[in-house]
C-alpha cells in the first residue's frame, strides 16, 4: 500500500497515512483527495473541494485583466447626445479596466477648427475629472487629434460580464496553497480520486 503525506482541508498537516485510510478521510469528509506533489516521496495529497477550487480559480482568472488601449472616434460635429454615447462607452472600457484613446477624425477643412476638438476633449476630461488620468494629452496625430486616458484606482468600480458597474469589494478569501516539502517545487493539483460513499476502497498488496 502507497503512503501518502496528508494535508487537512485548512491546511493542517496530518502526517504520512497509507492511501486507503487518506481515501476514508475524504469519503467520510465529503471531499476529494487531490495529488499536489507528485514527484516527491511519499507523494503529497490534500483533502479539499476539487469544484469548489477549480471555480475560484476560474474567477481569479477573470480578475486578471490584460489592460488594453480602446479607441472611442468623435468628429467635430459630434452632437451632445452622441458624445454621451461615445462617454458612456468609454466609462465601460475603463471600468474593465482598459486605457481609451479618444480620436477626433478631421474631414476636409475640419482640420482648420482644431479650437473645437480641443474643446470637445476639455468637456470630456471635466465631465470625468479626477477618476482619469492623461496618459497623452490632446495632440495632433497625423490628420487625426488623440488623447489617452487611464482610470484612477477603484474610480469607476468594476463591469460584470454584462458590462454593467458593480461597487468594488474586497475579494473573498482564497484557499492558502498547501504546503509542499523543501526538495520539491509545488505543483498545481494533477489528479483526483475519490470513492463513491459507502464502497469500502480496495487494498492494494
Known amino acids: 500500500m502507497s503512503p501518502v503525506r496528508l494535508i487537512g482541508e485548512n491546511n493542517e498537516q496530518l502526517g504520512i497515512v497509507p492511501n486507503y485510510e487518506a481515501l476514508r478521510m475524504a469519503r467520510e469528509a465529503g471531499l476529494d483527495l487531490v495529488e499536489v506533489a507528485p514527484n516527491v516521496r511519499p507523494p503529497v495529497c490534500r483533502l479539499m473541494d476539487y469544484g469548489k477550487w477549480k471555480y475560484s480559480q476560474k474567477k481569479n482568472v477573470k480578475k486578471h485583466h490584460e489592460q488594453q488601449t480602446k479607441e472611442v472616434r468623435l468628429r467635430p ?118 470513492t463513491p460513499a459507502g464502497v469500502p476502497p480496495a487494498e492494494s498488496e
Open 77 to 194: 460635429k459630434t452632437d451632445t447626445h452622441d458624445r454621451q454615447i461615445k462617454l458612456n462607452q468609454a466609462i465601460r472600457f475603463f471600468r474593465r479596466g482598459d486605457k481609451v484613446q479618444f480620436t477626433m477624425v478631421f474631414r476636409g477643412r475640419e482640420r482648420m477648427r482644431r479650437e473645437v476638438a480641443l474643446d470637445l476633449f476639455r468637456s470630456i476630461l471635466d465631465e470625468l475629472g479626477a477618476r482619469v488620468k492623461v496618459e497623452r494629452p490632446p495632440s495632433m496625430d497625423g490628420r487625426h487629434m488623440i488623447m489617452i486616458l487611464s482610470a484612477a484606482k477603484d474610480a469607476f468600480g468594476e463591469a460584470d460580464e454584462a458590462g454593467t458597474s458593480k461597487p468594488r469589494s474586497a475579494a473573498p478569501p482564497q484557499p492558502a496553497a498547501p504546503p509542499v516539502p523543501p526538495a520539491a517545487a509545488p505543483e498545481p493539483p494533477a489528479l483526483v480520486t475519490t
